[in-house]
Structure formats: C-alpha cells, structure tokens
C-alpha cells in the first residue's frame, strides 16, 4: 500500500492522531504532525511510498509539532521530537517542512551505522552507480536532479548508504533539495516534476524540495554497485570537465564528507579503501544541464 | 639533553597504498592521514627505530636522494605526532 492510496484527508487524521507509518529506503519511520503545511509537502511528495495499515516496528518516531507555550503564537516556532526528545533547537514555523527532512537526515546520519554513511549524492543507470561526494553549495543536488529528469535512478540525493558486508549502494530514494539558483534551473527543465513550496530566509536561503521519480521509489530494495565517485562543481555556463582523480586524494575527500567515517574506526577506513578500489574517481566541472547529462550518459555506457 | 622520535606502541597503523599515495589510519587517535612515498618512507624508519631528527634527514638522503629542505621534514614529524602516529622522547 502506498500513501497516495490514501485519500488527503485520511493522510491528514492519521498524522494527526496515531501517527502514520512510512517507508524510506531501508528505513520504517513513524510520524506524527498536527501542521497542515508538513501535511500538504509530506503528501506531495512521499506519495509513492510503502506505508503500514498497522503500527510496525518503526526504526525513528519522529513528531513536528508547536510547542505549548507562548511561542505557538508569537513568532511561533516547531519542535522536532525523536522518541519525544528534542535533539536540536527550533526553527521558525514557515521552516516547519524542511525541519522534516533535515531531521530525518539528522537521525540517519546519527544513528544508522550499519552503514558507511557518506553525505553524497548516488545515481544508477546501466547497473552502474555513481556517487557524488560533495560540500554543500557545490552543485551535487543539483546534478542530481538534472540526471533524475533524463532516466537515471535516485538512490540518494544527502546520506549515500554504502554496506559495511558488501559494498552495495543502499536505495533511500527521498525529495532532492535544491537551493536557491538552482530551484529555477531545475523549473524551467521540466513542466511536469513536483516541487514543495519553497522555503526562504532559511539558513541555506532559498529552499524547495522536488520529489523523485516513481522508478526511484519503487525500487527501492534494489541495490545498486558503485563504480564511480565523482566530485561534482557547478560553475554557472562553465564548460564541462571530467579529470580524473588519485585514489588518495578522493579517499581524503570521501572520508572528511563521511558522517561516520571515524564512528566505525578501523571498519570505516578498511570499508572506504575497498570502496575506492572498486570505482574511478574523477573531478567534474559542469555549466550547462545537457552537456553534463551526455558526459554522465557516455561515462556509463563506456565503461 | 636528546631529542628522538619514535613510534607510538600499542596502537595499529593501517595502510592503503595507491601508487605513490598512502592513506593510514591510526587506531588509537582515529586520525587518517594522506602521506606520499617521502611521507611514509619517513615513517618507517621512525617505526623501526628511535630517531633524531637530522638523523631522519640524513636517511632519507642516503637512501632516497631527497634533500629535505628547511623545515618540511619538521613539519611532517609533527603532523604525525598530532595524529598520534609518533612521539618525541626526550632522553637526559
């Protein structure tokens, strides 16, 4: 059953009551919100996912709501709850559907290491993945997105999941989050993709959420092996340029945009080694959507 | 009064060698390091034996033809002891 078998309101009353049981990748999340703006967003664009009729073992329970102080009308703000705990502060009511998503980040990023979890984008095409290990600002979700459009499968836009077992990229197939230039340029691609509302003044500005394609949802038990690591920079109307990488430099560049790289110890390095043995690492420069989807395209039906 | 480096006991330092870079991690402090053919020539000799510092230099002279120059040998001895890879001993 996915949500969208649901009807908006039937959404809306179990977030609003027991809370609803949703599907991510590997992940079962249990959710409750009483915001009619996560509500709206969230319905939007998880519409494709499992959810439960029944409670299930849920691996985060997580709940968005306003407090019960004076701060629920004044400058209201939302709270994130884990477990009924708050893990970090709050953020302005109108930031209320991004706190979802950073949250759900947040509680991947920290506590789910059974997998290398590197910040990073990873796209499939011909069996083949890649991963795009990236700072913020750099271009990675945007690339992302621009390969979604033209037929690749999303199997992370943040947390790259790599096995501790076997190196398999692990599907979490979520909404990309495109920032500021890159919500327009992403717009004018395609009259067709879904976008949240977009979100301002937020500390990364300008944020909107563009919801995956169904493939990606759909397939998300499917793993993927990664065969190329690249490091992706948008430079506005540059050409683009693929070149190639040392294996040490890019295992640096993985390791310092590894969530918990340093968490697993002796396991992480030796996981990340094999890892880097496995792929190509190369550095790419891109400007303009088309030539960077040719060079992916030909980089994977190449090798 | 000398000054020696040597190799922290008790502690694993694991390798990955891709040509002519090496990644190594040391257990005990966690810190990973990128180190190239002088870097971990540097630290094997530190990790055989107790040396001084210009007696690093002169090894790496003789066996490697490389003339370290001002203070970079200095600069990595140091980046090592940060990660915890070695030590300074200072004997009477």
């Given at each position: 059953m ?5 009807t908006?309101h ?6 609003k ?8 990748g590997?992940?079962?999340?249990h ?11 969230f ?5 494709e ?6 409670e ?11 407090p ?12 994130f ?6 893990p ?10 991004p ?9 991947i990023?920290?506590?789910?290491h ?10 499939e ?13 750099s ?14 499968r ?9 096995s ?10 979520r ?6 230039d890159s919500?327009?340029?992403i717009?004018?691609?395609s ?12 500390n ?11 493939e ?13 690591i690249i ?13 190639r ?7 640096m ?8 790289y ?15 043995d496995?792929c ?13 989807v ?7 039906a190449?090798? | ?25 040391h ?11 002088l ?9 055989a034996q ?13 066996k ?11 600069r ?17």
């Amino acid at each position: 059953m996915i949500l969208s078998s649901l009807t908006f309101h039937e959404a809306r009353t179990r977030l609003k009551s027991n809370g609803l049981y949703f599907k991510t990748g590997p992940f079962t999340i249990h959710f409750n919100t009483h915001i009619e703006n996560i509500t709206k967003n969230f319905y939007k664009l998880y519409s494709e996912n499992q959810i439960f009729e029944q409670e299930v073992f849920s691996d985060f329970h997580i709940k968005i709501d306003l407090p019960n102080n004076f701060r629920r009308w004044v400058r209201p703000q939302v709270f994130f709850y884990l477990d009924n705990e708050i893990p970090f502060k709050p953020l302005p009511f109108n930031q209320a559907y991004p706190m979802l998503e950073w949250g759900m980040n947040w509680c991947i990023a920290n506590h789910s290491h059974q997998y290398l979890i590197i910040h990073a984008a990873v796209l499939e095409k011909n069996n083949k993945a890649i991963i795009l290990p990236a700072e913020p600002g750099s271009g990675k979700s945007t690339l992302a997105a621009i390969l979604t459009l033209n037929g690749w499968r999303l199997l992370s836009d943040e947390l790259a999941l790599i096995s501790l077992k076997d190196l398999s990229a692990i599907p979490l197939s979520r909404p990309i989050n495109l920032k500021n230039d890159s919500i327009d340029i992403i717009k004018s691609m395609s009259e067709t993709c879904i976008f949240s509302d977009v979100y301002d003044d937020t500390n990364k500005g300008s944020v909107a959420l563009l919801k995956t394609s169904n493939e990606s949802v759909s397939r998300a038990d499917e793993v993927a092996i990664p065969c190329f690591i690249i490091k992706p920079k948008y430079i506005n109307e540059s050409k683009a340029s693929l070149a190639r990488v040392s294996p040490g430099k890019m295992f640096m560049h993985v390791a310092e945009n590894s969530f918990n790289y340093s968490v697993l110890g002796k396991e992480g390095f030796e996981v990340l080694s094999n890892l880097i043995d496995l792929c190509g690492c190369f550095d790419f420069i891109y400007g303009n959507n088309t030539e960077a989807v040719n060079i992916m395209n030909s980089l994977v039906a190449n090798n | 009064m000398s000054e020696y480096w040597e190799a922290v006991a008790g502690f694993e330092v694991l390798r990955k060698t891709w040509g002519s870079e090496s990644a190594i991690y040391h257990t005990g402090s966690g810190d990973t390091q990128l180190l190239d053919e002088l870097g971990i020539a540097i630290l094997n000799l530190v990790q055989a034996q107790r040396l001084e510092t210009e007696e690093i230099r002169e090894h790496i002279l003789r066996k490697h033809k490389v003339e370290l120059e001002g203070d970079s040998l200095a600069r990595l001895l140091a980046e090592l002891n940060r990660s915890g890879v070695i030590t300074r001993v200072q004997t009477p």
